[in-house]
């Protein structure tokens, strides 16, 4: 139910409702093959599909995350981390205004995830509303551990699959090669130095920015995982809005629980 | 020439442009008849179509503005007005680190005016880089004169025609009627109070939240006002490049202009 | 009632007073003929004669406001505009220990008003106060039509006017056909470029800083000028002190209004 | 040398210099005898003649200060800690752009001088310019001494014969006993609880408000205090003038003095 | 009671207490005899022993503050005045969780005082809870003032004969000789121009970075000095224990107090 | 080399160094055998081991850290999550004043990881330095794996080993049975609810708030642990050292790096 192509009569009967879905990717550099609006287009496409499906409400996408490690390539555009958080923790309280006390954050970005936990337990915390982040493909491990040998962090095979399936003339076919020559198959543990993390930009460990076996990513798996992540993301909207306020909010202090139990 | 669409090395083919256009907008109640991301895919549209045809950079659009004077109609969205100038000038400076040295902010709400010249100012003032505001309709006040009797200053027959233009099956024609007996004509004049801007909220002044004769829009005025503004757009981008970038600049102090002039 | 020439006993008999004004200007240049202080003194002496006549509190003038746009000219002074806000808003909400819950800004530079306006809004809208933003000018555009052919709007004739009647010896009067000559009649829909406002600074437009034609002022003008705003100003004092708070609180959300109507 | 009355032709006569003046005071209760403004209007008064003498920029005052321990008094108005100092770093910032690098706030509020000093010591440390704080009664404590028996703290006879001298209409002559016998002579020492200084609001030591044996004031007395003051003043503004700008800034690291001395 | 060395089931059983202890400290030059750790294990010390002795919690100690005044040695540690307070605000409010009231910031270093005195009045002003800042050397003056002929603000021999106490070994008695020569008696008023502070940092006084005659200071000066300062401490946690709440929390407006006298 | 140890002249011999390490822990709840101070205790321990060894300098511990998920439980201090990063980061700027450009942050607190990173990228960013965060368990995992069968992520026999290492003493080694049987074996995900992080508190996953079996703790494991995640610290630090300034700056954009390579 994406709530930017009702009028507010309309809306009005949903009045009722206390879920609903913010989209948030990025736009940043993908690799040769891939668009830069990659992750904000599958936060949108998946947030829209199952909102629909489950009769939730659905914002706009934020199409601009924090990305500054990407910012030595082309296009990438980003805003800082404070700000970002403020931007997604004012949208948020604003929602509050209408009723609505749970959200989901359908993110497609992993430079977004510690900003957005972050927020949901500013407003966890002074019990304003519950937000959770939703990540696609941390809720199908398995799919993704099955149909790819070499998934890569970023820029491969999942999201090259995934805008095939969205949207597959945006997907630059015959640079897949490219991608995966070019990038490197990325060793997260190889990269420390003695247990540091002393990387901060994608540039540092790909040339051309990605990660990961791109030639590995078909429209059929595209259509696979974005099948499965939306019954994951309807099952979560179900979940939450079938749990008590209370039950969401935060625990009171072990002094206080000696009653509750 | 829409970034969130090319991959970095097609962008990296552009890397000596200077300038780039951001759409604003907002999502907010536009009345029964009309959807609530009516101003952000004005915003989006229009840009998108200018800078296609001048060949000029466009980042995805920030669908979300300052909109808190609409918030007593279900679905509006908003961020706090710090909290957007700040968005915005993280948005704008980071850009600056690609080249980019001046800025259109496409914009299509009325609430966004005084926050984005503040953003802009900010940029002018250390040097950073150039960012005017541009809004639509104070680009073809004459065409809007002739085409339209009672235009409204929010939800009225210029933002319908628009939309009618741009998503005809956005627009709920059947509640035009509707729109324009529940909303009022609007004389800012007659709420003023001893000279003094008395009302905060939209909803003070209308009950429906709107404003004009939405009766006397149509699709093909709407591609009249579309066209015309696209022309202005495009010009203003064309005037822009051709800018020495020093005369975009702030003048110096009186004291030191003595050997300028 | 100058709150600044009292003392807290003689105070302590107003405390049932729910209003008070506070009046608000800048330091800037005001061309070769008026002193960088115009705009505060107008501010004081309105709010001061306005606050004696209907009994209600005037608390000292703010002297520095939002004027970066006047920076190039020698003696102008500034503070940055989220300092402006947020100074304003403290002195506000201060103001609201002491059992005042409305205020009345008594404004006499345009580069202020947008600001004040936030501030009142952000008031507004969490319940703390009513504040509004009252500028002169505003209040009686007809007299200001009548009396002058070119009133222009900074350094003109009608803050000539009021100074001539305020403190006429900080007239230049042997400089005002130079005011006239070296300045500009501002057209400001001439500045703009395909819609766009692309200046940020007065010098932009005015080489003396100043437009309008000042030889058209006089002291009996500027005595009609200020009794004319003072009488309106009074009457916006006696207008908001008959308002039940409520009224002037926001409204609730719509789908709370059905009980209310 | 009073800024707001001169026009910006006239200031550009005096473009060579680097000093400026900025009086700051409060609007504070000041017991039953004295004006709410007494704070500023000594500070004005001071920074007026004595810049006038010095040949020295003077800016308006700023009138309203760091004053919530006094709030329980009918009249006291405050501004919040963070947003005075960021008010007066802020305008003291943009001095600079008219060539100023040395600043002196004259004060008259002893509540403004941590405020004050640490806004000089931001200024200080990243060398955009030298500001300090100077308290008419610092300059003087020989002559207080010797003109008083029990001078007090707040809105005792010093500030009582500053306003005889300085607008002896503002003083109400009949309350000067109240003054006294309902206000204490304040003895910091027993105030305190076994070294902590436990108190935070006036009231907590005064139930009207002040301290001290304000019958001892005189007229003639603050006519002496004035000058005395005065003098001082000019002095330090002189000395200030003198000063190669290099002394004024800060030390260098000791590593890197060596080649120094 | 030192928090850090219990768990949480056995401060469960302390879960009645209202007051708790911060100690803080810095981490600064303090001449060529003593560590830069002086201030912060000073007031670790006497934190652990009077909490010990009253049976009140005390927390780690914050060891870092408000020392940018001696950045010039090496060493020197330090942050921001304004990060400073609102970590020591959030650290305190946070506390209020757990049920406490009153605070006692146990101080060491000079340069934090003015700044624990600022978030002491935050919390005052909100009713979040009573926190008061106490300094060592402010609680036995008389005690100072009787062992020591110049006893030096900075690194002089009271800060020398506690770290005897304290910790013998980290004091350089070989260099205390050095430590007179190099620094000065410091005469406060002899550095003041016409009344103004005119420094900033503690270099401009001190070649070697500190005040006093070091020589001074014996092991037997500062066991009596940490046992009476430690006296004090107690005295203060037992009176702060001892008061009514709502005898800490601030006092209503005048205008409210007619009922309550 | 403890820095807070050490007087200035010391450090002055040591002013070539252009690396620092800052010890970062927390104060908070480790369920019923283990003190609240445990992960400060660790990451001061082995700081200061480590930089004896290779002759860095180490500044004093930041003992309170973000730990608001664990507030139910007694004595857990914390601040909020955006003071803990500005204090960081300022503390981490200032000591560039003495020539450090390079910083490691020893952590022992998970809830700390993010925020270090933000801080550390905005060092990075900006080239004011580099500033990288170091967890001791994710310096040796494979070792862990090795001598525990349930290490648990808080609270559980890693830490446990540890401080039975570090401080025998504060270990309640009665308790070890109680923290496994009153605890959880943590399974991350199972606690997950379609690909959602669900939970904020760890109250929520466990009822005395500690993870994994304590009683395979031992002192002999403890010491291995400490020793090899030693060993690690004092690689990273000869490492950094070794390190050119410029190949820890961030890459330059692709558009110039063309001549680079």
């Known amino acids: 139910m994406y709530l930017a192509d ?46 629909d499906r489950a009769g939730v409400l659905c914002t706009p996408p934020i199409p601009i995350g924090v990305s500054s490690h990407h910012r030595q390539f082309h296009g990438t555009l980003w805003v800082d981390a404070p700000v970002f958080r403020d931007y997604v923790e004012s949208l948020s309280r604003n929602l509050t205004y209408h009723g609505i006390d749970r959200i989901v954050y359908v993110n497609a970005h992993g430079g977004n995830v510690a900003h957005l936990r972050e927020v949901g ?24 551990d099955e149909v790819f040998e070499t998934p890569g962090p970023h820029g491969g095979p999942k999201e090259t699959a995934m805008i095939m399936h969205i949207a597959r003339e945006l997907v630059r076919e015959d640079r897949l090669e490219d991608a995966r020559d070019g990038g490197v198959v990325f060793d997260y543990d190889a990269e420390r130095v003695h247990g540091a993390t002393t990387f901060y930009d994608a540039i540092e460990n790909s ?8 030639t590995e990513a078909t429209p059929e798996i595209g259509k696979r995982l974005f099948e499965a992540a939306t019954d994951q993301l309807v099952a979560l909207l179900e979940w939450l809005e079938a749990q008590p306020l209370e039950d969401l909010l935060p625990e009171p202090h072990v002094e206080s629980r000696a009653g509750k139990r």
């Open 121 to 144: 337990r500013r407003l966890h915390e002074d019990r304003t509303a519950y937000a959770v982040e939703w990540m696609w493909n941390e809720s199908i491990p398995d799919l993704i």
């Open 207 to 214: 040339p051309n920015g990605v990660f990961g076996d791109q």
């Open 6 to 51: 009702r009028t507010w009569p309309e809306l009005a009967e949903t009045s009722e409702q206390s879920l609903a879905v913010v989209p948030l990717g990025s736009t940043e550099q993908h690799g040769p093959h891939l668009p830069e609006g990659t992750d904000h287009m599958i936060a949108e496409a998946l947030a829209r599909e199952a909102t």
